[in-house]
């Protein structure tokens, strides 16, 4: 099943621990990203990736950093959490193709919860 | 500026009424793509339409039906006979063709009482 798989699902963590939430799809999407979705402000985009090893800032990218070392996988870091990064959590993917081939597949979300 | 906007932040409806939630988006690209999804109580997003700015057909699928006006940058989403199912917080989403990004209206959180 194609799809895009996230976790944890919830988290509570608590200030200036480091964590790392796993984001994997088994699509060969080129294009992953981030979102964090918050009350009131929909959601708004952290980082993306357009391939391996190539990353770039969203428009929400303060205390977060993420990598893409393989083409399945693009881990959200939180080097040193703090509680205005409590939110919900998506990844998405898409693949590169025709304009109406466009899609995006999103994974179930993380709740995040930094106290 | 690229920009998406729901102003209607909740709506309450009975069973059975119709609802239409809005969404005006703002673009100067020529070539775009407008979505919508559903976001029940479980946190998912549910993909329910796409649509290309080159292609101003309305669309009926069932009791949801979508109605995109260049004239007016909407793409108004429609529920016909409304069920307590159909209650989850609502996001339009748009597209450039130049860009990956998706930029998200805020949401319109509909609550249908039986």
């Known amino acids: 099943e194609a799809q895009v798989t996230q976790n944890p699902r919830y988290l509570i963590t608590v200030t200036g621990k480091k964590l790392t939430v796993t984001c994997s799809q088994n699509?060969?999407?080129?294009?992953m990203s981030w979102y964090r979705q918050d009350p009131g402000l929909g959601l708004r985009q952290i980082y993306y990736?357009?391939?391996?090893?190539?990353?770039d800032k969203g428009d929400v990218p303060e205390g977060y950093k993420v990598s893409r070392k393989e083409k399945r996988n693009f881990p959200l870091i939180l080097e040193s959490p703090s509680p205005n990064q409590t939110s919900l959590y998506f990844c998405?993917?898409?693949?590169?193709?025709?304009?109406?081939?466009?899609?995006?597949?999103f994974g179930s979300g993380t709740r995040l919860t930094v106290v | 500026a690229q920009k998406v906007t729901q102003a209607q932040t909740e709506i309450s409806v009975v069973e059975k009424e119709d609802v239409t939630l809005d969404c005006v988006y703002e673009t100067r690209d020529t070539t775009y793509y407008l979505f919508w999804y559903k976001q029940p109580p479980s946190g998912e997003l549910v993909f329910l339409i796409r649509r290309n700015s080159f292609d101003e057909q309305n669309e009926i699928s069932g009791r949801y039906s979508w109605n995109f006006q260049k004239s007016t940058s909407s793409f108004n989403f429609t529920i016909t006979a409304s069920q307590v199912v159909d209650s989850a917080v609502y996001f339009c989403?748009?597209?450039?063709?130049?860009?990956?990004?998706?930029?998200f209206g805020s949401g319109t959180r509909l609550l249908v009482r039986p």
């Open positions: 699509m060969n999407h080129e294009y």
């Open positions: 990736s357009m391939n391996v090893e190539v990353t």
């Open positions: 989403a748009l597209k450039m063709d130049s860009s990956y990004k998706l930029i």
């Open positions: 998405a993917s898409s693949g590169s193709g025709t304009p109406r081939n466009y899609g995006y597949t």
